[in-house]
């Protein structure tokens, strides 16, 4: 499974992006999926994951203004992040697993591969 992470770039604060992330798997819609970030000098950040399912969860730092979201016509996976804050500045990572964890959802070893990540900045 490959996974290739595009959409990032600089934002002005309160501003909006979309992240994308297309997998190159043929069984797509098996697979469970998610956003990661990480800044520099801190850990690998949970944001957001959409099951094979649909059913879909969200960190507490991004809830109300991101939106996970997965095109199984195009095996691409998506985050809409709105009003944008300095604090969002990263590198993000889409994952993927065929595996759901219960309650692990939000852990960077629950999934075994991984894109290349995407940097985004806000900043005015």
């Known amino acids: 499974v490959q996974l290739q992470a595009s959409g990032g770039g600089l934002v002005q604060p309160g501003g909006p992006l979309r992240l994308s992330c297309v997998a190159s798997v043929r069984t797509f819609s098996s697979y469970h999926l998610a956003w990661f970030r990480q800044a520099p000098g801190k850990e690998r950040e949970f944001v957001a994951a959409?099951?094979?399912?649909?059913?879909?969860y969200s960190s507490e730092s991004v809830k109300g203004r991101a939106t996970v979201s997965r095109d199984k016509s195009k095996n691409t996976l998506y985050l809409q992040m709105n009003t944008l804050k300095p604090e969002d500045t990263a590198a993000y990572y889409c994952a993927a697993t065929q595996i759901w964890s219960v309650g692990r959802y939000h852990i960077p070893s629950s999934y075994a591969f991984w894109g290349q990540g995407t940097q985004v900045t806000v900043s005015s």
């Open positions: 959409v099951r094979s399912n649909g059913q879909t």
